[in-house]
């Protein structure tokens, strides 16, 4: 596609839910990453992959979070028992190598635990 | 721990007046620089990426520099413009295939 797209754009869920977000990388970006940006403030690793490596996971905050990836394509994190301290803007971006080059950030997926 | 700051946290500036925006690093050893930008409600736009070798990079009125060995970078943007108000974040890479990490990025704002 012609950028990074996510999915849903806004998520509002009770506490407790478990919600699912998505992340369409660019077409042949081997890097993907998510991070997650609480209201005025910055952005807060949480995982990426690189091509058919083990995922970095040291961002995870809990064992609440986890991400998947198909090949080089869609990623999704999954939030279980969603806490209201989950609130946030969450961002996916790619790039065509991990760290070496030009980062594309997606809109991002607010999600709202009431 | 890499650890990334930007100072000042927010800037107000006339439009027409260049803008100076800071970042440092605690940890020397990285591969490449970026600056950001990001709108309200937007993800955010990768602007200059200067690798670890080079002392600087121009885009247009944007132009990075990046001083290694001292941990510093500064984003100098000339003649502002009412539409150069955002987000200015910086991140800074360990190594190839590593993550970034971000400051906190610097709120700009222009005033016509």
């Known amino acids: 596609g012609a950028g990074v797209s996510q999915s849903p754009s806004n998520k509002v869920t009770e506490k407790g839910k478990d919600v699912e977000l998505r992340c369409d990388p660019i077409?042949?970006?081997?890097?993907l990453y998510w991070y997650r940006q609480r209201l005025g403030q910055g952005l807060e690793f949480l995982i990426y992959?690189?091509?058919?490596?083990?995922?970095?996971k040291s961002g995870l905050p809990s064992d609440r979070f986890s991400a998947e990836r198909t090949g080089e394509s869609v990623s999704t994190l999954t939030i279980q028992r969603t806490q209201q301290e989950d609130s946030a803007v969450y961002l996916c971006?790619?790039?065509?190598?991990?760290?070496?080059?030009?980062?594309?950030f997606g809109s991002g997926t607010q999600l709202s635990v009431l | 721990k890499q650890e990334v700051t930007q100072i000042p946290a927010a800037l107000s500036v006339p439009e027409g007046e260049n803008l100076v925006l800071n970042c440092s690093f605690t940890?020397?050893?990285?591969?490449?620089l970026q600056w950001f930008r990001q709108d309200p409600g937007k993800g955010l736009t990768s602007l200059l990426l200067?690798?670890?070798?080079?002392r600087e990079q121009t885009s247009g009125r944007l132009n990075a520099s990046l001083d290694k060995s001292s941990g510093r970078s500064t984003l100098y943007i000339a003649a502002s413009q009412p539409g150069d108000s955002a987000t200015y974040l910086c991140?800074?890479?360990?190594?190839?295939?590593?993550?970034?990490?971000f400051g906190g990025g610097t709120r700009v704002l222009v005033k016509p």
């Open positions: 971006a790619s790039s065509r190598t991990a760290g070496a080059e030009k980062l594309f």
């Open positions: 077409s042949g970006h081997t890097a």
């Open positions: 992959f690189q091509g058919n490596s083990a995922p970095d």
């Open positions: 940890d020397s050893a990285i591969y490449n």
């Open positions: 200067i690798q670890s070798s080079q």
């Open positions: 991140a800074v890479t360990k190594a190839a295939g590593n993550k970034l990490t």
